[in-house]
Each structure stands twice: as C-alpha cells, then as structure tokens.
C-alpha cells in the first residue's frame, strides 16, 4: 500500500495526506463492524465517551491491545491526544533515509477520524512522531474537534 501510494505523489506531505485517505476508508468499516459486533444499543453523544471507545475498543480490534494513552490538552479546549507508545503499524516499515520525516501513522489518524465523522465528531486527525526514553517510535494521534461539538458538548452539561 505504502509502495503504491508513494509512485502517485510529489511529496511527503501528499503521502501522508493519501496514508490518511486510506486509513479514513478502513475507518468507516471499522466503525461499522465494531458497532455490529458490541451490540451496544447506545450511541455515544459526549466526547469522552467516543474517545474511550476509540482508545479501547478500537485499538483493540486493530492491533490486539488498547491504545497507551488517552489525554487532553492542557493548552486547547479542543484538543486530545492519543498515544500509543510501540506502534505495530510502524513496526515492520522501514522509510528510506529520502522520506525520514514521513509519519505511516497517518493511516491510523484516518481511521480514527473517520470513526469520529462516523460518530458524529468531526474532527481533523493527525499523527506525530514523539520519541521519549525507550520508546523511540512513540506515536501520538492528535485530534482537533471542530466547534461545533464542543458547542454541543456544552448544551449536554
């Protein structure tokens, strides 16, 4: 997939913008098998909520254990983060010296936006690289709600 999505682009950026098209496909089926198998009649309605779900449940069926962290901005209303400290997504890719700041977790980050748009949390997804001591490879999804839902997180309180 990645050796596919790299001959139809220019660049990095239009790589990782094409990972996350991807991913954002996986997503949306994702979401409905997920929804299928957990036969939970409740749907979501608060941010918390979805997050949870995507840091457990999620990340579970994707890569059989829940995400290492989930955490919210200390410096933005509407921003969380979540982290995963051994990403097996990036395991078994090696980038060429060429592509260094190419992040493949941007395929995650559009499966986990799609989850959100699918939930009705829209959002914009992205994926950082952020190593700390033992974990060179630590990824951390970032997720920017819209205001919108922070409008009606509000109304729910």
Not at 19 to 26: I, P
Not at 78 to 106: F, G, H, W
């Amino acid at each position: 997939m990645l050796q596919y999505a790299q001959k139809r682009v220019n660049g990095i950026q239009d790589l990782e913008r094409k990972l996350n098209e991807f991913g954002y496909r996986v997503g949306s089926r994702i979401l409905e098998l997920l929804t299928w198998r957990e036969k939970v009649a409740k749907r979501e309605i608060k941010v918390l909520g979805i997050l949870y779900f995507i840091h457990s449940t999620v990340w579970k069926a994707l890569f059989g254990k829940q995400a290492d962290s989930l955490e919210k901005s200390t410096e933005n209303e509407d921003e969380y983060m979540i982290s995963d400290n051994e990403p097996v997504l990036t395991r078994y890719i090696s980038v060429p010296k060429e592509l260094s700041q190419l992040n493949c977790n941007a395929f995650v980050a559009g499966i986990v936006e799609a989850v959100l748009d699918g939930c009705q949390f829209p959002a914009r997804v992205t994926a950082h690289t952020v190593p700390i001591d033992g974990f060179p490879q630590r990824t951390t999804i970032l997720i920017k709600l819209d205001p919108e839902v922070l409008e009606r997180e509000e109304l729910l309180k």
